[in-house]
């Protein structure tokens, strides 16, 4: 599986940007397609994941009410919708393919995020 992140940028507390993270290579199945992020001088933290074939998703508390992530069959891609977002959601935001969700086999290249206060 091939994993390509894009949409990062830079945005201000309280802005909204949309990750997308698009597949190829081989069907997702019953893959989980999981985000992450590493902000400046942090190990990489959990923030999402989606089931491709349930649709079920698992959020970290840091961002739940706030993150929406969600999947497009037709695109074969999966979104992470930031809203609200705050200084300390900055990071490079990665994505990732595996069989459930807590294991990752496949991983994208990162987008930069960037909130300023």
């Known amino acids: 599986v091939q994993l390509q992140a894009s949409g990062g940028g830079l945005a201000q507390a309280g802005d909204s940007l949309r990750l997308s993270c698009a597949a190829s290579g081989r069907p997702l199945g019953n893959y989980d397609i999981g985000w992450f992020r590493q902000g400046p001088g942090k190990e990489r933290e959990f923030v999402a994941t989606i089931n491709w074939r349930s649709g079920r998703t698992d959020y970290a508390d840091s961002v739940k009410g706030r993150f929406t992530i969600s999947r497009d069959s037709a695109r074969n891609t999966v979104y992470l919708q930031m809203r609200e977002m705050k200084p300390e959601d900055t990071g490079v935001y990665l994505c990732?393919?595996?069989?459930?969700?807590?294991?990752?086999?496949?991983w994208g290249q990162g987008t930069q995020v960037t909130v300023s206060s």
């Open positions: 990732a393919a595996g069989p459930n969700r807590v294991t990752y086999d496949y």
